[in-house]
């Protein structure tokens, strides 16, 4: 029997209702940006499944890396005890981050990372005898799918049975070049309303929203108005952290620096799942008491795993040499190359590009299809090319490994589907 019908019998898929989507792709390797399937089949993997991968699959370098970790030290409780991967990455993590983060908290992925976030912003009001009950969100950002990540994120159309259960939180628009004094007055409202603890935002790209891209001034903008009314500010750089919008991080590009910071994904290459959630020292400090009970009791059995860890050091080492460096230069400028070409087309609304990131809108008639999305998606694939579209959004987030050849094949193939829908 095959993998995908043997997948059937016992297996439970995320984000999947079974009975509208039964069929699964069993994969059986992954080299560089190749994906191949039970029969052999090869396929782009152009969004380095869901962001994770920016090194390409099975790296070398980081492979070797982790089978030597592993045959020295593969776990340990990390309450308590420490470890020299869990050390040597927070060295080189501090060194990467903007410069007001200091202090480093691991959990296991992008959700929990943004659920310690706001755990942190809630204590650090409560441990100074403050009772603050309201978070602050963006309309169209997602952030996960635990219950603190879920309140905050504004897309998920499917969490109908858990919305009583949410933490309470004040929506806000994504700046779109001309609304920004109207958020400022809506935040002045809410600041002068409610009892705001903290601000989650996904910086400068909101990923699961299609790709919606905003302007960092705008941003920078509504982080000062918001430090100064003592918010606790969340950059959640689970998707555009480690180098995807030109920058090592996206808050890089904005002024006013987050209090604290979600990291997941890119994080370990695509190898381990890791969160790491990063903190200021004030942060820290409201922490840091003789009284137990201030202390942040919050743990995750696999907290900092030293696979994971090795993990991400090596990724983090890829990440600054000149070799990757110059990928995502020549990915940034192939992206821009491919977009003056296909810009004008008329089945194209509208694109939009932040370093390696690039989405375009289709200017396709939705009904015309059941599910465009799927129709998308079985296109691409049978062309050997895995690309996720979001509605009618096409959008491309390639390992930085990815060579021009197969950067055409992928644009080429975008390119099909402007002829053939
Ligand atoms: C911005 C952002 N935050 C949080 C998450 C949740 O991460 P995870 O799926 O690892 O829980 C995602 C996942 O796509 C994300 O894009």
């Keep these: 029997m095959s993998l995908k019908e043997r997948d059937k019998k016992h297996l439970w898929h995320p984000l999947t209702q079974h009975k509208l989507h039964p069929e699964t792709i069993a994969i059986t390797k992954a080299k560089g940006c190749e994906l191949i399937d039970e029969n052999g089949n090869k396929y782009i993997d152009a969004i380095a499944s869901w962001y994770t991968c920016m090194y390409g699959h099975c790296n070398d370098y980081i492979t070797d890396c982790v089978t030597a970790q592993m045959k020295t030290l593969d776990q340990v409780v990390f309450s308590g005890f420490t470890h020299e991967p869990a050390i040597k990455l ?7 981050l903007p410069k007001n983060q200091n202090k480093i908290f691991f959990s296991d992925n992008g959700s929990t990372s943004v659920e310690v976030g706001i755990k942190m912003a809630l204590q650090f009001h409560f441990n100074q005898g403050k009772k603050k009950d309201t978070l602050i969100a963006f309309e169209d950002g997602f952030h996960g799918d635990t219950f603190g990540s879920m309140s905050v994120s504004g897309l998920s159309v499917y969490n109908g049975p858990f919305e009583d259960f949410f933490l309470k939180v004040k929506r806000i628009p994504t700046p779109n070049g001309s609304n920004h004094n109207d958020i400022l007055e809506l935040l002045k409202t809410i600041v002068k309303t409610e009892n705001v603890a903290g601000f989650v935002y996904e910086p400068l790209v909101q990923g699961a929203a299609a790709m919606k891209m905003h302007d960092a001034n705008a941003l920078n903008e ?9 918010v606790i500010t969340i950059a959640d750089e689970v998707m555009t952290g480690f180098g995807k919008t030109g920058t090592f991080f996206a808050s890089d590009q904005i002024h006013t620096k987050p209090n604290i910071m979600c990291l997941s994904k890119a994080l370990t290459a695509g190898l381990a799942p890791m969160g790491i959630t990063t903190c200021s020292q004030a942060i ?3 922490f840091y008491s003789d009284d137990i009970s201030k202390g942040f009791f919050h743990g995750h059995t696999y907290s900092a795993n030293p696979l994971a860890c090795t993990a991400a050091l090596a990724g983090i080492e890829l990440l600054q040499s000149e070799e990757i460096q110059n990928n995502i230069n020549r990915i940034t400028a192939s992206h821009k190359r ?11 609304k509208a694109t939009r590009q932040t370093g390696i990131i690039y989405a375009l809108d289709l200017n396709i008639e939705m009904e015309r299809y059941g599910n465009l ?5 079985k296109f691409f694939m049978e062309r050997g090319v895995f690309l996720r579209p979001l509605g009618n959004t096409i959008y491309i987030q390639a390992p930085y490994v990815i060579t021009d050849e197969q950067l055409q094949k992928v644009y080429k193939t975008i390119e099909e589907v402007l002829e053939a829908f």
């Design 222 to 230: 509504i982080l000062r108005f918001l430090s100064t009314h003592g």
């Design 338 to 348: 491919f977009n003056k070409r296909i810009k004008d087309h008329p089945k194209i």
């Design 90 to 96: 927070s060295e080189e993590l501090i060194k990467i």
């Design 373 to 377: 999305r799927d129709e998308l998606f």
């Design 284 to 286: 820290y400090d409201a």
